[in-house]
């Protein structure tokens, strides 16, 4: 009889832990990313910038979360006027450094910053969702600052490369102004080979 009440005692145990390790699997782990609260900022450029028409007054400003120094004076390029390549997504294997700034509608125009400081080839965007695209500036090692003019058209979801170095050149940052024309759009930097 004590075997029989130990054995049910053992069942009920081993059947509440299966319940509860059950519970804990069916539960996933929720990464809950914290904004700071919006702080708009006019937007600065410098006097040598080559896109010369009216840019928005105010803009959300996102510094890089790497942070990244340039020790050559900047010299910026003549710019670049953007004719949107679909271009397919590289295999991972190509893919040398990647970083994504999600934007709100109500954000308006958004200052993102990329610290990417690394060597590649080419630089492709990502844009999920709808996003208006204003300019970026691409900062290399040596000091030069590639302007590349989006002409403040609006794009839709698809990768997109927005320069090619034939030679490999080593990015340091890249700033991008855009704002979400849909409620949300995410816009992935990624750095290939």
């Not at 006027?81 to 958004?110: F, I, Q, Y």
């Not at 610290?115 to 999920?128: F, K, N, P, Q």
Request: proline share 5%; net charge positive.
């Amino acid at each position: 009889m004590k075997r029989l009440v130990f054995a049910s005692m053992l069942g009920v145990v081993f059947a509440m832990m299966l319940l509860w390790s059950a519970d804990l699997s069916a539960q996933r782990r929720r990464v809950v990313v914290r904004r700071a609260p919006v702080r708009r900022t006019t937007i600065v450029v410098r006097p040598a910038h080559p896109i010369r028409r009216v840019l928005p007054r105010t803009v959300v400003l996102r510094p890089a979360r790497t942070a990244v120094v340039v020790g050559a004076p900047l010299v910026f390029l003549p710019a670049v006027v953007w004719r949107p390549t679909v271009v397919a997504l590289p295999p991972r294997e190509r893919l040398l450094w990647e970083d994504s700034e999600a934007l709100g509608k109500d954000e308006e125009w958004v200052d993102c910053n990329f610290g990417v400081d690394r060597r590649g080839g080419a630089l492709l965007l990502e844009i999920e969702g709808t996003a208006q695209l204003n300019f970026a500036e691409v900062t290399f090692d040596n000091g030069q600052v590639q302007v590349v003019d989006f002409e403040d058209h609006e794009h839709k979801v698809g990768v997109y490369q927005i320069l090619n170095f034939a030679d490999g050149r080593h990015v340091k940052t890249v700033r991008v102004l855009a704002k979400s024309n849909s409620d949300e759009a995410t816009l992935t930097l990624m750095l290939t080979t």
